[in-house]
């Protein structure tokens, strides 16, 4: 049995070592149902304070999908009315699950709200106002003024490329 044992330590080493880097950012999407449970955070929901806006929620303790399901992303803005104050966002386009998903979860919670967080951490609120079909969809950043939010970009970028690596060699599904 040691024998087995040293034999098949370096196969798995080496296994190992072509594994690829998991992401820097595990972007992940929950949904905030219209009507906050509140008294349901133990029952699959937890209790959300955005950073900036500070609008609470009680989103889904699991998301509906991960990195992994998005194909790409964006710095976009949106005019606001006759104002023309400029919003500050991010345009996601999915894979084919995730925009299966991303409708499925807008159709489903009409006036909640799609929450966005990275690494554990609320930093995206979008207001369910029609089932997203098209399969993308604008979400609000609620990252700093001190953030470059072109950076942050950038960095899912890098994030999003190696979960498709990972999901490719590994099957595991993020």
Known sequence: MKKLTLILLPLVMLLQACQPEPPEHMLTFHVAPPKNPFGNVSKGFEEVVMPISKTRCAATAAPIFTIAKVNTVDLAQVEIGDTNDVILGFLFSFD?????????????????MILLKDNGVPVGL?????????????IVSELSDETSLQETV?????????AKELNSVTRVGL
């Open 154 to 162: 950038e960095k899912w970028k890098e994030s999003i490329s190696r």
């Open 126 to 138: 979008r207001i369910i106002d029609a089932p997203i079909s098209s399969g993308q969809i604008f």
């Open 96 to 112: 084919e699950v995730g925009s299966t998903r991303i409708f499925q979860a807008t159709a489903n919670n009409l006036g909640g």
